[in-house]
């Protein structure tokens, strides 16, 4: 089990236990704080995450701006990729295509899932990831494939 499954194991429970797992995560990757996001879910082929409607992450309109919603995607999908690979490989994200189709307001939910299994291999290959987000009327406003490359940890 990766060492952020554990974790998150470990705080949900707890009286602010998911906050507190956003937090360390925006620690470890301080940009992420910008959406200051919430975990919902965070399991193998699954990460849900939450971002609330605030000013910080509106654009000159008034909604939740398109780059906060790429930032929100591309945490749930590199959470939802960590815990899910084999502990012999490691990632990043190589690509990312993004459409945006409607306004978003009010809260955002994203859900990542893989498109396909991961598999342990000797070689590095791309996976992808899917990143649908939706607002409090369950309506999709934005979707994300983002290219994960995944490689074994020996490999330089």
């Known amino acids: 089990m990766s060492q952020a499954l554990s974790l998150y194991r470990r705080l949900v429970s707890l009286p602010m236990g998911r906050w507190l797992y956003g937090r360390l995560i925006c620690f470890k990757a301080p940009y992420f704080a910008t959406i200051a996001p919430r975990f919902v879910a965070l399991e193998p082929g699954r990460c849900a995450i939450d971002i609330r409607d605030r000013r910080r992450v509106h654009n000159h309109i008034g909604t939740v701006h398109a780059i906060a919603l790429c930032n929100t995607a591309e945490l749930s999908a590199g ?18 295509s993004v459409e945006y189709l409607a306004k978003a307001k009010g809260t955002m939910h994203a859900v990542a899932a893989p498109e396909t299994a991961a598999v342990e291999s000797s070689s590095g290959y791309a996976w992808p990831v899917t990143v649908s987000i939706r607002d409090d009327a369950d309506k999709e406003v934005f979707r994300a494939r983002i290219d994960m490359w995944v490689s074994p940890r020996s490999a330089r």
């Open 79 to 96: 959470m939802m990729t960590d815990v899910t690979i084999p502990a012999s490989m490691r990632w990043i994200p190589k690509g990312m």
